[in-house]
Each structure stands twice: as C-alpha cells, then as structure tokens.
C-alpha cells in the first residue's frame, strides 16, 4: 500500500540558510500535518492543513511557512536555520473518512551546522 | 489542555516475556487513543487506535490495548515479546471532534529493549 512519501529523508544546512521540506501524502488523503521531533524528544505538532487550507497551528516558529498545493502534497519552508532547528521532521496524513488515523512518513532529518 | 503520561522512560524485558507499556491520558471529552512504534531513525508506525466501542483493541504484531476510563488509562500489552520489538513506543491522544484525529498529543516515549 502506497506510504507518506518525504524528501528529502537527510538534509544539511548552514546556520541562517533556508530549507524545504517536501510530503506526499497517501492517495486520496486531503489532510496534512508536519511534526518536529527533537533528539530523544517526543514529536510536536507544527502545523495542518485540510484541503489546501491550514485548519490548525501548533509550536511552529515564525520562520518556518507551509503550505498545501491542489495536488494535496505540503511543503515546510524554513527560513533564517538555527542550530536548534535540526531534528526529524515528519508528515503524517488522513484521510477524509471519519475515526481517520495519522500515517507518518519516515521524516527528514534535518541538522543545522 | 489534553497530555499524555508515559511513566517508564525505559524497559528491559526478556525475549519471551509479556510486556506492558502504560499510557495515562488526560482529556475533556471522549479521546481518541493512539500507539505508534518507531525504530531508531524511522517513522511513527501505527499499532493500534480506540475510538469507541470494545475497549480491548487489537494491533499489529501482536499488540493489544485496553482503554479503561476510570483510570484513564491505555495500557499497551504482548503477551510475549520479540527482540525486533526493540523500538521506542509512543502513545497519542488525538481530539475526537470531527471525527478526525487531528493534531495528536504524543507522550515522552517508552524505550523498549529485548535481551535474548
């Protein structure tokens, strides 16, 4: 069965540089989310969106957008890196059926140096 | 606010043996439950998910879970354990309005290592 498909799954970036994380989510699923997952931390919410739209917000920084495009897939754009920025980040999807779970990706692991 | 509690940050079970993993939740409304497993530098795999219903539900690989209210409560079992269920185990707790499990409320994890 077709997964959340991300890229990239590494990514390496200076300080004060830019990234952009991409997610495909499971065919027909409208809803996206992006989690950040520190080293040994449990992942947090960052950010949703339902059909192209964003639907909720957590602890995403100022720095970071995202957005979904008419073909359903996100992308996290993070702007002005710090340090603090490098962890595993995940998208997960839904599907529009109620009692929908989150299916994950396997992340991109970001490290800021 | 709804949070999650994962009390054991650490676990050593004999291959075998019988593992519980407890998760205690707290929520407003009816939560929807959650556990996901990730191996080391791996995505969140899902086990298993309560909604409604029966209050004992069945996973993948053998897992089962039981949802008691009373003592808000999602304790994961196996009644023997394999040593490629060495991984990090999350419990979630999601919003059930809607119908959707948006923006789940993840605990700190429980490591799981299976000695041979």
């Known amino acids: 069965a077709a997964g959340v498909i991300q890229s990239p799954r590494h990514l390496i970036k200076e300080k004060r540089e830019t990234a952009t994380l991409k997610c495909y989510p499971i065919?027909?699923?409208?809803?996206v989310y992006w989690y950040q997952q520190g080293p040994g931390q449990d992942p947090q919410f960052l950010i949703s969106f339902y059909e192209k739209m964003q639907s909720d917000k957590g602890s995403i920084p100022d720095r970071f957008s995202a957005q979904q495009f008419s073909d359903y897939h996100s992308e996290l754009n993070m702007s002005s890196l710090e340090l603090g920025d490098s962890a595993l980040y995940f998208c997960?999807?839904?599907?529009?059926?109620?009692?929908?779970?989150?299916?994950f990706g396997n992340g991109t692991r970001l490290t800021v140096t | 606010a709804q949070s999650v509690t994962q009390p054991d940050i650490h676990i050593t079970v004999s291959e075998g043996a019988s593992l519980e993993l407890r998760c205690n939740y707290s929520y407003g409304a009816t939560p929807y439950l959650f556990w996901y497993v990730q191996s080391p530098g791996q995505g969140l795999q899902l086990l298993l998910k309560?909604?409604?219903?029966?209050?004992l539900v069945q996973g993948i690989k053998g897992f089962e879970a039981e949802f008691k209210r009373s003592q808000s409560s999602f304790n994961l079992r196996k009644p023997s354990v394999h040593w490629s269920d060495a991984a990090e185990y999350f419990c979630?707790?999601?919003?059930?309005?809607?119908?959707?499990?948006?923006?789940?409320?993840f605990g700190t994890g429980t490591r799981l290592q299976v000695t041979l």
């Open positions: 309560y909604f409604s219903g029966d209050t």
């Open positions: 979630a707790v999601g919003p059930s309005l809607g119908g959707t499990a948006s923006k789940l409320t």
């Open positions: 065919p027909r699923h409208d809803t």
């Open positions: 997960a999807s839904s599907s529009p059926r109620g009692n929908s779970p989150l299916h």
